[in-house]
């Protein structure tokens, strides 16, 4: 729908968002009584993050809260994603132990939104376990999914009553192959082939386990909705005249998206693809065969454990067939599948991040069909900066301006049910191993003044005025 030609408008009552994490921003990271995560151990080390930097203070949101309310206000946000500190909230991993300095943080942070007329939607798992909990085995021991049930029904008890959306785990594909097949994210572990595909699966029976809490405890008297955030790029094959690329491609999408969107939204279990390959590759090797675990009968149903698709996306990828490494185990030799950067596509700060959004409206698109056509928020999305601070930013508008006309494509030409749309990131962060080198903000974080100053960029200033309106115009804003 267009306005006078110029502008596409979105849906009434359509979600503006920015996200954020906790370990991303707080900082805090030993404060009022809080217990380290795997992030505060990782990062500890040297040599895992870039420069060995860490988010002890991180943008130090823990004591400058009211600061981020000022920017949330200044775009004039209707939704904020942010995740809880599991080990802020419950230094055990358990409630055993509540902190209830933690408790108050967060209130505080949830009223201050709702006074704000900002919904919050809530991540109870954004990469940062207990470090007690890793202790005893983190995603690979089968315990953990009843522990994080408690948790999670520790945090629907205390905050539902004005929470009403809920992410509960933030992509578990980067914290199961990132952190447990190519260590370069907590917990840092390399078992290739293994230990990724059964930290998954206990994510998946964690998530289960809450979803179903909360449906039959919460639900009732609350009347929120519960999902789990998926990452993935969109993929073509390099040749889509090659059979081998098309055949890859398939694969690529099976153990990116299907991993986790197959048994959570379409079958019950992982991708058929997925489950042979792995089967085949564990014969062939004399690995057992159950290297990708099953869901067990008694345990809670994953299908249908989603009330809306909560989607992360970057960038697409064109994709190639790989042969595998002889005689090891490993996820890419299970995939037998490489995602390129087509020369065509421009880049943004990162290398890995192509700028391709149009890639975005297909991915929408591929959800609709394959998915049962769910309700989507899509709760990451983002453009990096690296080198000199640039506050006219003019690329970054050029992309949130081009991304969220391929969104209203998607919404009026396409009829994909698109509820919202959150930018990553609020702030300048820490990015995980990248520290602070990797700049998605919305508003630049100043590290060398001691306040952690905000200052918006031009990006910041141009998508305040897309919410203001509603729409977003074909042509860059001034």
């Known amino acids: 729908?267009?306005?006078?030609?110029?502008?596409?408008?979105?849906?009434?009552?359509?979600?503006?968002?920015?996200?954020?994490?906790?370990?991303?921003?707080?900082?805090?990271?030993?404060?009022?009584?809080?217990?380290?995560?795997?992030?505060?151990?990782?990062?500890?080390?040297?040599?895992?993050?870039?420069?060995?930097?860490?988010?002890?203070?991180?943008?130090?949101?823990?004591?400058?809260?009211?600061?981020?309310?000022?920017?949330?206000?200044?775009?004039?946000?209707?939704?904020?994603?942010?995740?809880?500190?599991?080990?802020?909230?419950?230094?055990d991993g358990t409630t055993r132990h509540i902190n209830q300095?933690?408790?108050?943080?967060?209130?505080?942070?949830?009223?201050?939104?709702?006074?704000?007329?900002?919904?919050?939607?809530?991540?109870?798992?954004?990469?940062?376990?207990?470090?007690?909990l890793q202790d005893q085995g983190g995603w690979k021991w089968a315990g953990i999914a009843d522990v994080f049930a408690g948790y999670a029904a520790f945090c629907f008890e205390t905050f539902g009553d004005r929470v009403k959306l809920w992410v509960t785990l933030n992509e578990p594909y980067v914290c199961a192959k990132l952190g447990h097949e190519d260590g370069l994210f907590a917990p840092g572990l390399r078992d290739p082939g293994v230990s990724a595909y059964l930290a998954g699966h206990n994510m998946l029976r964690a998530h289960a386990r809450a979803w179903h809490g909360y449906d039959a405890l919460f639900r009732p008297r609350q009347k929120g909705l519960v999902s789990l955030a998926l990452n993935s790029d969109w993929a073509e094959p390099r040749d889509p005249g090659s059979p081998q690329e098309v055949a890859a491609t398939e694969r690529y999408m099976a153990f990116t998206f299907g991993w986790f969107a197959s048994p959570v939204f379409m079958t019950g279990d992982?991708?058929?693809?997925?489950?042979?390959?792995?089967?085949?590759?564990?014969?062939?090797?004399?690995?057992?065969?159950d290297r990708l675990p099953g869901f067990a009968e008694g345990e809670p149903r994953v299908l249908g454990t989603a009330d809306f698709f909560a989607l992360n996306y970057y960038t697409s990828r064109r994709v190639k067939a790989v042969s595998c490494p002889s005689g090891a185990l490993s996820f890419k030799g299970d995939q037998e599948a490489e995602g390129v950067v087509d020369p065509s596509w421009p880049v943004s700060g990162v290398p890995w991040l192509a700028v391709v959004p149009d890639g975005l409206r297909k991915l929408l698109n591929y959800i609709k069909d394959t998915c049962h056509n769910p309700s989507i928020y899509i709760t990451e999305n983002g453009f990096?900066?690296?080198?000199?601070?640039?506050?006219?930013?003019?690329?970054?508008?050029?992309?949130?301006?081009?991304?969220?006309?391929?969104?209203?494509?998607?919404?009026?030409?396409?009829?994909?049910?698109?509820?919202?749309?959150?930018?990553?990131?609020?702030?300048?962060?820490?990015?995980?191993?990248?520290?602070?080198?990797?700049?998605?903000?919305?508003?630049h974080v100043d590290r060398a003044h001691p306040e952690l100053t905000r200052t918006i960029y031009h990006s910041g200033r141009n998508y305040a005025k897309i919410i203001l309106r509603n729409a977003c115009p074909s042509t860059t804003q001034s």
């Open 1 to 91: 729908m267009n306005v006078d030609g110029r502008e596409n408008v979105f849906p009434k009552d359509f979600a503006w968002g920015a996200a954020t994490a906790a370990y991303q921003i707080e900082g805090g990271w030993d404060a009022d009584g809080k217990s380290p995560s795997i992030w505060d151990t990782f990062c500890h080390g040297k040599g895992v993050v870039f420069q060995d930097q860490n988010g002890d203070v991180a943008c130090n949101s823990y004591k400058l809260w009211q600061e981020d309310l000022r920017c949330i206000q200044q775009l004039g946000l209707t939704h904020y994603r942010l995740s809880l500190s599991w080990s802020r909230l419950l230094p």
């Open 101 to 132: 300095k933690g408790v108050s943080y967060y209130n505080k942070v949830i009223n201050d939104l709702l006074a704000s007329n900002v919904t919050p939607m809530v991540t109870l798992y954004h990469f940062d376990l207990p470090q007690v």
């Open 270 to 289: 992982y991708p058929a693809t997925m489950r042979s390959r792995i089967e085949a590759r564990s014969l062939e090797l004399g690995f057992p065969a």
């Open 384 to 443: 990096a900066q690296m080198g000199p601070v640039d506050l006219e930013d003019s690329q970054r508008c050029g992309f949130y301006r081009d991304t969220l006309l391929e969104v209203s494509k998607a919404i009026h030409e396409d009829g994909v049910d698109v509820r919202g749309y959150f930018a990553w990131s609020l702030l300048d962060n820490f990015e995980w191993a990248d520290g602070f080198s990797v700049r998605f903000g919305l508003f």
